[in-house]
């Protein structure tokens, strides 16, 4: 089943269940992923354009509750959170830090990494093979560490 089909449905469970958050959220999926089909000449969407676009959404809600809990402002930054979460369950499951670095040593020692300067290699390598389990910056932020 694809994402604009669950996320379709899940939006007309909100709706009989009156969850205003949940609808918000899913509402604004729909509408990233209508946006890349009318944009894109896109008649079907990818697997992985459809995790890209659920990463993107998570992003942006974490830097705006980040953004928020600086100004004060914790009654939005529930509001982004709580949408953070909802939209998080239509993720596959994020890998650890520990499996992360597993996974991570695998493809250096596979690309044959051996400094910084082979960052680019294995962040090419790693952004495919674990697009959904983890965010590009906790890839790259351990990569850097795995090769320094």
Not at 24 to 53: N, P, W
Not at 81 to 105: F, G
Not at 106 to 111: M, Q, S
Request: glycine fraction near 4%.
């Amino acid at each position: 089943m694809s994402l604009e089909t669950t996320v379709n449905d899940a939006i007309k469970t909100a709706m009989r269940e009156k969850d205003k958050v949940a609808l918000d959220a899913l509402r604004a999926v729909k509408s990233q992923i209508l946006l890349l089909k009318t944009d894109g000449h896109h008649a079907e969407i990818s697997a992985e354009q459809e995790m890209a676009i659920l990463q993107r959404m998570i992003k942006q809600r974490k830097d705006s509750f980040e953004q928020f809990m600086a100004q004060g402002r914790k009654d939005l930054a529930d509001v982004e959170e709580a949408q953070m979460k909802v939209i998080e369950k239509y993720l596959p499951k994020q890998l650890s830090p520990e499996e992360l670095e597993a996974e991570l040593r695998k493809i250096i020692a596979d690309v044959k990494a051996e400094s910084v300067k082979d960052l680019g290699k294995v962040m090419g390598i790693a952004s495919k093979v674990l697009a959904g389990k983890s965010d590009g910056k906790s890839i790259s932020e351990t990569v850097k560490k795995l090769l320094s």
